[in-house]
Every structure is written in C-alpha cells, then in structure tokens.
C-alpha cells in the first residue's frame, strides 16, 4: 500500500515512544522508574466522577453539538471571566477531543502552504507537527537556560519576517516549566501590535500547576484579544487525562471555521465528559489545589536533588510537572562501549542502563536537555534519583 507523502512530515511523538519502550522492558521483568509521561498521577476527583454518572442516567449519551453543549460553554466563560479576567462569549468558545485536538483544528485553519510560524524552543512535540502538517513552515527560536527558557522580545521581533502567520507558545511551559509574569508578556505584546497579522496561540494547559503566583494569559491584552488563541483543558489541573477533552477562546471567526473543519474530523467531543467538565469548572477546585501541592513538594526534592548530581545544570521550573535539566556537560562521554553525543543518546542510556525514562530534549528542539516527568510518588523519584545519579557517575 502506498501511503501519503504527508506522513513523511510528522514521526511519532518521543514522549509516546520512551513510554512504549518502558513497557516492553517492564515485560521483559526488568523494574523501570517511568518519568516520561505528563500524567497526573491522581485519580479523577470523585464529584466529577458522579457527575459523568449522573450525565449518563440522565440521558446524555446521544450525540452532542460539534462546539460542545452550551452549558459547558456557558461554564468556560464563566470560568474565564472568574479566573483570569477575560471576557468571552459562549460563540467564542469550542470543546474538542482534547487540547491536541484544539491545537490542530486553529493550526489547520490559519497556516496556509508557505506560512511562517514562529515556536520559541524548547516546545510541546506536538506544535511543529501540526505545523508540518499544514504544510507552514516552523521558525525555531531558541530560548537559553541563562533566560528560564522564555523568549525575549528582541529574538521574538528578529524572529518575524512577511511570511509570519502564527506564534505559539505555552505559559506554564511544557516541557521547561517556564512561566511568563505579566509584564514579560507586556513586552511580547508590545512587539506583535507592530504586526497586526500575526495570531497567537497561547496554550495554557497547565494553568492550575502554577508554584509562583497568578496566572496571566497574553488575552488579557485588549490589542491583542481578537487574535489571540487561547488552548486550555481538563487533563492536567483535574486529573482528566484519559477524558479527552479540551477547549478553546477565540475570536467568533476561527470558531466557525474550527466547527466546520471538526465536524468533518470527530464531530462533538464526548457528551459524557463535557457534562461531568461542567462540575470540574463550576464545583469547588480544592482537590485541583491539593493536587499542586503535592507537585510542589515533589518539584522541592527533585530539583535540588538533581542540581547536587555533578554535571547537571537546571532552571527551576515555575509551573507543570517536568524537571528539564541540562545534561550536555556528559556528551563524548561512553560506558561499556556505548558513547553519548546528544540528547537522543542520553535518553536511550539512562532507559537501558540506568532504567530510568526520560524524553531526549531533541523532541521538544533543545539537545542539551531531558525532560522528566515528577508526576510520580516521592519513592519513585527518589529510586529514579538514585538510578541517574550512579548511571550518571558510570560514564567516562
């Protein structure tokens, strides 16, 4: 069978892959610490269970509109307008299968053939995928350790070029948990009102799992509101990861086009999970709140442990759940033969040597780094500390 050449633009995400390969070691019956996946690891909080009950004794297991039912927009607004001071619309709001789903119906329908987007590294694997496959054209702008991994206004202006259609970023970060305050985000809008044509994906997954303070969205600048994009979801702030489901803020026009370009791909997303979404988002978030604690406390060991690692450099994350430290110091380095020039390598290393997964911080465009996940228990990371932390003194 011939398959389309478009396939040839995308791989399978990293993240996926270092988790398979995990698998296939467990069933080997070798003991593997798995830090690869962005996955809290807390169960759904249970009014929200008893609410996808209800949904379903009260009926809702028939289709749903393609946009979501109007009372679970109705709760985003309100969610929005609550949480961050931003005024939107129900008409102004979508419900997909899924942040990811969110992100590939906005790319599919802003980039043309040609178009520039512009992505400051490092970045979630999937927005250059989306990309590549609406045939744009990614703009990689790297964004140092020295600056927390945030883009300046200076590289993101020296960045723009004709073509520029699209900037995309996440605030907190994934992978680096990078968190952008207000007025670094005052600084970037300052440069994209010169650029009226330029539409802004702000995804902001992880909102909740915020360790500095508030969290500020670049919609909240008036000139920039009517373009901007703003991706959110379930899985990460409610433990709603298996749910599918996401949402986006946008102006009326992308809505539409969104709505016609997922009617053809999944129609509405799941009628379930959107009236127990409506008690995640209007019930009381303590049990959201608790989860981050526990992140934080686990965020608390881990980074000081690993900065006490020889050779680890590491920029404190502000936000989600990922530790992404610098492990270049140990590239040219070998064991047993086997030598460690990149990120790749390190990665497969610390998998079959150390059985430790990690994701090669190639996949998200920085090879210098790795990314682990710490949503995991304490005993966990501190046996997945242990591991790195001989695997590590191993090499020569």
């Not at 698998?23 to 996808?52: M, W, Y």
């Not at 590939?104 to 520039?116: K, V, W, Y």
């Not at 026009?253 to 969104?258: K, N």
């Not at 990690?358 to 780094?369: M, T």
Request: aromatic residues 10%; proline residues 5%; negative net charge.
């Amino acid at each position: 069978m011939q398959l389309a050449q478009r396939l040839n633009r995308i791989s399978e995400p990293q993240t996926i892959l270092m988790a398979k390969l995990g698998r296939e070691l467990k069933a080997k019956g070798i003991n593997v610490i798995d830090l690869s996946l962005g996955e809290p690891d807390f169960k759904t909080p249970q009014h929200i269970i008893d609410a996808a009950t209800e949904a379903m004794n009260q009926g809702y297991t028939k289709y749903p509109p393609i946009a979501g039912f109007a009372e679970l927009r109705e709760a985003i607004v309100t969610k929005l307008k609550r949480d961050n001071n931003l005024d939107y619309k129900p008409e102004e709001v979508m419900v997909s299968t899924g942040a990811k789903q969110v992100l590939a119906n906005a790319i599919l329908s802003i980039i043309n053939p040609g178009d520039e987007a512009i992505i400051p590294t490092p970045f979630w694997v999937t927005y250059a995928s989306l990309v590549s496959l609406a045939e744009g054209k990614n703009v990689f702008v790297p964004c140092s350790i020295e600056d927390h991994f945030k883009i300046t206004p200076e590289k993101l202006e020296a960045a723009i070029t004709g073509r520029t259609r699209l900037f995309i970023f996440s605030s907190p970060c994934n992978p680096s948990g990078a968190v952008y305050s207000r007025e670094e985000l005052r600084a970037l809008a300052d440069v994209f009102v010169k650029y009226p044509d330029i539409v802004i994906i702000s995804d902001e997954i992880y909102e909740y799992i915020n360790y500095v303070g508030g969290h500020e969205s670049i919609a909240q600048f008036t000139e920039l509101r009517d373009r901007t994009v703003v991706v959110n979801g379930f899985a990460k702030g409610f433990a709603m990861t298996g749910w599918r489901l996401g949402y986006m803020a946008a102006p009326k026009e992308l809505i539409q086009a969104c709505d016609k370009l997922q009617g053809q791909f999944t129609s509405g997303a799941n009628s379930i999970a959107q009236r127990a979404a409506i008690t995640a988002l209007l019930a009381d978030l303590t049990p959201s709140f608790d989860m981050v604690k526990a992140f934080k406390e686990r965020k608390e060991y881990i980074i000081p442990a690993l900065q006490a690692i020889p050779g680890i450099r590491i920029s404190a994350p502000e936000g989600a759940f990922y530790a992404f430290p610098d492990v270049s110091s140990f590239y040219g380095k070998s064991y047993n033969g086997q030598a460690i020039n990149n990120a790749d390598d390190m990665a497969m290393y610390l998998l079959h040597t150390g059985h430790v997964i990690g994701v090669s911080g190639a996949a998200f465009g920085d090879n210098n780094c790795i990314r682990f996940s710490f949503a995991a228990s304490m005993d966990t990371l501190r046996e997945g500390i242990r591991r790195l932390t001989e695997a590590l003194a191993a090499l020569q």
